[in-house]
């Protein structure tokens, strides 16, 4: 490969890995070591309530292939392995695709193409939650690369490739895997007459589910009970769209107008899959209201159709990479007020898409986008002065760095109190205020509009590399030690002992530590008795669902009336001087074993304090404020308190 060739894929990838650092065993990735790990500690870490009731975790061969690796070295290092190898697929098939998609685009102009639309905004779903190409082990990761592998088999015409990618996306992760199933479906489809018979089939079939849901007693019609249900609804789950706030529907038409936009723009195989996505996309959304807002079915409200958004995000920053190029770049040589109100939509749409993560005015300025683009339609006699697009140029730029500059001053805000600032300067924090969503457009601007840039650009790529390298593993020190621990205490677990090391004659059973999900499991090789973490698969199971819940509701009483939790329950009320908190959490059936505080009670006189080998640091609910930094835990056993302080 020349060097012409291989710059752009390398500085794409570098950029690509400099707005995804990894941060270890964080978010979901929790949830997925934990179903690999619980079956290698039965009694320590496979007691928690997470894998007691588990029937989530045996719908993917993820956790079988990630607990074999477990085996083969540790868990730290197996989520380290996993998530650079679902990375690389991942990469490599969006390249794939957008070369199919594109096929007389150069290498820089996929580069630029994908950098765009993987460093703008890559969210889906409710609550800012998810997004594509997840920079921790997850299944979602290596699905959604399997699907693009797919998608462009299928673009030309490999069927078997398609179907063999398919399936391997549907047993690893299946609920990612059935909007790219749907797409492939829809290009395999000779005929537009046809298609259409499909999708009315589709619909009349989902309605049916719907219709009958709660009437025929047989498991695709089975409903949520009035228990169940409210387990669900108390901690407002996403699979739910009501609870999805506005700025998750303003995403949405963003998505939705800029593919509409970039439609005349592509060709007739981009244009062909386009369609099929956003289709599948309004699809699953609508079966999602209907089947899980209004019926609440199992079996629909489990499968999340609204999780085709996840192609939509994709393909829509794609469409607006192309936009950008097409119209704002490549300008014709005479100028015309068709052009200029193109261009303003262009520039109008630019505005939205930097706007998703802070107002739902972002669906405003995409609408406004679509009005202009289609004002030469409607009144062609409209004209426009050349200096407005022209004056555009200047003015959106200094915009979008006001509206990210609001972003970064609202992340250093929170992060300029931690312990040393240390966080502050810590590169995730660097992508979370921004720095990629504007330095990504930035350099793809660069690389297709100036032939300077691209005169040093093998030497910027190998730059850019090296440094996505260097920052790439993020883990915070506290991090490290957390999974350190986890490392040993699987360890020691598969070699037929318990461990050694941080705290090992505590009593047996569950620990309730507030600020901690998978703390437990390391330090202490026990499940956890309440964390948020547990709460996650609730659509899954009825008895986790209900037994969570009770224990959520009961230590959410012990919370402060005057304290909002934000970042993490802090139960204040255990703290306090007053014993009453935590005897009534001692006294119930299915108390916790051992009970992690803040400071040393007072009115105990058995105390366990377990000093940390890195301290851990905790954000304050006030952005600015000191954060709190935990050095020793005291450990308070529910049995002493039982003995210690009579019932009243």
Request: with cysteine; net charge positive; proline share 7%.
């Amino acid at each position: 490969m020349t060097t012409a060739r291989w710059w752009p894929l390398l500085l794409t990838f570098g950029c690509f890995l400099l707005a995804r650092p990894y941060e270890g065993l964080v978010h979901d990735a929790r949830l997925y070591i934990g179903f690999a790990v619980a079956p290698l500690d039965p009694s320590g870490i496979g007691a928690d309530l997470l894998f007691r009731y588990d029937e989530q975790s045996g719908r993917s061969l993820y956790p079988v292939v990630l607990r074999t690796l477990v085996r083969w070295s540790s868990p730290s290092q197996a989520a380290f392995g996993v998530t650079i190898a679902c990375l690389l697929l991942w990469f490599f098939g969006s390249w794939r695709l957008i070369r199919q998609l594109f096929p007389d685009c150069t290498p820089v102009r996929v580069g630029a193409l994908l950098l765009v639309a993987t460093s703008i905004q890559t969210f889906y779903g409710g609550s800012t939650t998810f997004r594509v190409a997840e920079s921790f082990a997850s299944p979602r990761v290596l699905a959604e690369g399997l699907v693009f592998i797919a998608l462009a088999s299928a673009l030309t015409r490999s069927w078997i490739a398609s179907a063999l990618a398919l399936l391997l996306a549907l047993v690893v992760h299946p609920l990612m895997a059935v909007a790219g199933v749907a797409v492939v479906c829809w290009l395999a489809i000779p005929s537009a007459r046809m298609r259409s018979g499909a999708l009315v089939l589709a619909v009349v079939a989902m309605l049916v589910i719907v219709a009958l849901t709660g009437v025929v007693p047989v498991a695709p019609l089975q409903r949520y009970d009035a228990d169940w249900l409210r387990a669900l609804e108390s901690v407002e789950a996403l699979v739910f769209l009501k609870y999805w706030e506005p700025l998750d529907w303003s995403r949405i038409t963003v998505h939705v107008v800029t593919v509409a936009l970039a439609l005349p723009e592509f060709s007739a195989k981009a244009r062909h899959l386009s369609v099929a996505i956003v289709m599948t996309a309004v699809a699953g959304v609508l079966a999602s209201v209907a089947g899980a807002d209004l019926v609440h079915n199992v079996l629909i409200t489990q499968a999340q159709p609204w999780r085709a958004l996840w192609l939509l995000a994709f393909v829509a920053g794609l469409s607006l990479g192309w936009l950008i190029l097409r119209v704002v770049l490549e300008r014709p040589a005479s100028y015309s007020a068709a052009a200029g109100y193109r261009q303003a939509a262009v520039w109008m749409l630019l505005i939205g898409w930097f706007m998703q993560a802070v107002s739902p005015a972002a669906a405003i300025a995409a609408m406004l986008a679509a009005l202009l683009w289609y004002i030469p339609v409607v009144r062609p006699s409209m004209a426009m002065p050349e200096a407005l697009p022209q004056s555009l140029r200047v003015f959106v730029p200094g915009l979008i760095v006001c509206l990210v500059g609001m972003e970064a001053r609202m992340v250093w805000q929170a992060y300029v109190g931690s312990p040393g600032q240390s966080m502050l300067w810590y590169w995730p924090t660097m992508v979370l205020a921004g720095v990629m969503r504007l330095g990504g457009v930035a350099i793809a601007w660069g690389l297709t509009a100036g032939e300077g840039v691209r005169r040093v650009s093998p030497s910027l790529a190998s730059a850019v590399l090296l440094l996505s390298l260097w920052v790439f593993d993020s883990r915070s020190a506290y991090e490290r030690s957390l999974e350190d621990a986890l490392d040993r205490r699987v360890g020691a677990s598969i070699a037929g002992g318990r461990g050694s090391d941080v705290v090992d004659d505590i009593p047996d059973g569950p620990v309730y530590w507030p600020d901690g999900e998978m703390e437990p499991w390391a330090f202490f090789g026990r499940p956890a008795y309440a964390s948020s973490i547990q709460g996650t698969p609730l659509a899954f199971s009825r008895a986790l669902a209900l037994q969570w819940e009770a224990r959520w509701q009961r230590v959410a009483r012990l919370q402060s009336d005057a304290w909002a939790p934000q970042t993490r329950l802090r139960p204040d009320k255990l703290d306090s001087s007053d014993p009453a908190g935590i005897v009534t959490m001692c006294r119930k059936p299915d108390a916790p074993a051992t009970v992690v505080l803040r400071r040393r009670p007072p009115w105990a006189r058995v105390v366990r304090e377990v000093e940390l080998a890195v301290p851990q640091a905790l954000m304050e609910k006030e952005p600015g404020s000191p954060w709190e930094v935990r050095r020793i835990l005291y450990l308070v056993s529910c049995d002493v308190i039982r003995a210690a302080i009579p019932a009243s």
